[in-house]
């Protein structure tokens, strides 16, 4: 399988939840996450922070409206598409307001939504001097009932470049990540007993711009749900917050850059999840 599509670059540019309450997830978000609102209806409200954007929008809590991946230029976003459209996978309408014309999406096994696109405001490259915390929207981490299912999709379909794998003793899959540019992993997937989000990351790049969102979430009385600690796989550090709906928010630094090295295989193993200390293992 080529994976020059996926060498080219794309990453992730936006996700988008569903809640019961849209307007107070939105407020959590601007609170705690350094984000302005924007209420673009009753039932849509889009945070927006330095390189990172959120949308909440009217439906059921702790569920995936939509996900865009953000391309570099045009001819990249048209080999993405001709790849999945040579590998069977069907293309829908694009539903992201984020992405200039030419934009499409794919549901995945489990029927999430993916949005691909180009930018209608490009991203400008990463500098800490700048004011805020650059903390980019970075990675998305699904929870499956059907792994192989996920890694067949964007691994042998979509070709995304596989990083690391996670194994239970008897070689079958627990974690899989996936990549889309340099980064060890732009969507990633634990195996479990539901279906749905696992949790969203943000890329604070070090750990003083982690403390400094753990104090902003402190001020706001909000306590962390897991960590500090750091990752095997991707060789991250880490915090976890839950927002209001229940989904896991990951702040995120030193994540791993890889090019050609080859696939790592990691033991199912709590010291695997978190060198430093307690795991949250999911299977």
Known sequence: MPHSTVQAGAYLHHVAFESSDPERLANFYAANMDMDVEKISDTEFR???PLRRFVAVKGEDQKLAYAGLAYRNAGVLADQRALAEAN???ILDNVSPYFEDGAFAVR????????????????????PERDGIHAPTQHLTFATQNIEGFKEFYVDKLGFFLSDRVLHENGEPATIFTTTNHEHHTIACFKSDRTGVDHHSYEAGTMDNIKQFCDRFSANDVLLTWGPGRHGPGNNLFVFYTDPDGNWIEISGELETIYDRDVIDWPQDARTLNKWGRAVLRS
């Open 108 to 127: 995945d096994n489990d029927g999430h939504l993916i949005c691909f696109g180009m930018a209608k405001t490009r991203t400008v490259s990463y500098k």
């Open 47 to 49: 945070c927006t922070g």
């Open 88 to 90: 069977g996978v069907e």
